[in-house]
């Protein structure tokens, strides 16, 4: 199947810096990706959609001044948590999906992040 | 909104069994219905999809059933391994464009 890279896989940061997290389309064009958080042993729940030239989307309760996407390219979404928090450390997994319905999604092996 | 309901937090199954994994949804029937397969620490690995008009759907030793009238899906893993165990995880597609809602997961362990 396709390959969505996700780096880092972990990072640990002190309070109030930013972090950037990467999800790369290996080998085909993703015209959506979509970021997930997943606490430990919860359901991953969708943070918001990322379309390539766009704005992205934001699920109800995520404040898109904390959690900035970038979907520059069809291959490229990144998501930078801003002066993070304690509370933002999570798993953040990408996903990305090519052009039309009836297609599976692909997924990132996740960023672990831990928020000192 | 949906909700989705996965049983038990965990089912152990000796080795050469078959695993049966339930996921009960709450409100209209999505446009396709996947699950995936989730290791500790790794992202979700597909498993099935299965479309809001089928019944079945079958891929070596994994079973799909949806139901649309009883809002639910069945996984089925025949001859079990202890290689199968992982958390799976039922997600809802609701109009076919990968944007899904998970499932908390059951986690699935194989004793030999």
């Known amino acids: 199947g396709a390959v969505v890279s996700q780096h880092p896989s972990r990072v640990i940061c002190k309070s109030g810096t930013s972090v950037k997290i990467e999800c790369r389309s290996l080998?085909?064009?993703?015209?959506?990706m979509f970021w997930y958080r997943q606490f430990p042993k919860k359901s991953l729940m969708l943070m918001a959609t990322?379309?390539?030239?766009?704005?992205?989307?934001?699920e109800q309760g995520v404040e898109k001044d904390k959690f900035l996407i970038n979907h520059a390219s069809l291959t490229l979404s990144t998501l930078t948590v801003t002066s993070a928090h304690p509370e933002d450390s999570s798993f953040y997994i990408c996903?990305?999906?090519?052009?039309?319905?009836?297609?599976?999604?692909?997924f990132g092996q996740g960023t672990r992040l831990t928020v000192v | 909104s949906q909700k989705i309901e996965q049983n038990s937090e965990a089912l152990n199954i000796q080795e050469g069994k078959t695993a049966t994994l339930t996921c009960n949804y709450t409100n209209y029937s999505p446009a396709y219905l996947q699950w995936y397969r989730q290791d500790p620490g790794r992202g979700p690995v597909f498993l099935l999809l299965?479309?809001?008009?089928?019944k079945e759907k079958r891929k070596e030793r994994l079973k799909v059933t949806f139901d649309t009238t009883l809002k639910q899906s069945l996984f089925h893993i025949t001859a079990s391994q202890p290689a199968d165990s992982a958390t799976y995880l039922c997600?809802?597609?609701?109009?076919?464009?990968?944007?899904?809602?998970f499932g908390a997961g059951t986690r699935l362990a194989v004793h030999p």
């Open positions: 990322s379309n390539e030239g766009s704005k992205a989307t934001y």
């Open positions: 996903s990305a999906s090519g052009t039309g319905t009836n297609t599976e999604a692909f």
């Open positions: 299965i479309r809001e008009n089928e």
């Open positions: 080998d085909f064009q993703a015209t959506t």
């Open positions: 997600a809802l597609d609701m109009d076919g464009y990968n944007k899904l809602i």
